[in-house]
């Protein structure tokens, strides 16, 4: 099993910048890809970005261009920087860690509030 813990996120005034961070700790060496979720108030849990252990990227929606997810050598670390904000980013940011390409785990949530 893989417990996930977030930890950013606030309130920020739009063009601004945020980092989310994620902490996985458990067999981590089963995890087959990582990425971030954010769910918007009445709407569905939406993909933002993934990342699998050799370091390949992919963005989805909005955050092309915007967002950058990685994360460090060891594994147990992801990150999503979050650049020009705008009051639609404005929800709830899950992390997710997919193993053996089948189990998903999640993170607490964290909000991130864009005033405009």
């Known amino acids: 099993q893989v417990q996930l813990v977030q930890s950013g996120g606030g309130l920020v005034q739009a063009g601004g910048s945020l980092r989310l961070s994620c902490a996985a700790s458990?067999?981590?060496?089963?995890?087959?890809?990582m990425a971030w979720y954010r769910q918007a108030p009445g709407k569905q849990r939406e993909l933002i970005a993934t990342?699998?252990?050799?370091?390949?990227?992919a963005y989805f929606g909005s955050a092309r261009g915007r967002f950058a997810i990685s994360r460090d050598s060891v594994g147990n670390m992801a990150y999503l920087q979050m650049n020009s904000l705008i009051p639609e980013d404005t929800a709830v940011y899950y992390c997710?860690?997919?193993?053996?390409?089948?189990?998903?785990?999640w993170g607490q949530g964290t909000q991130v509030t864009v005033s405009s």
């Open positions: 990342v699998t252990p050799d370091g390949t990227t």
């Open positions: 997710n860690a997919l193993t053996h390409w089948t189990f998903n785990y």
């Open positions: 458990g067999t981590i060496a089963s995890i087959s890809r």
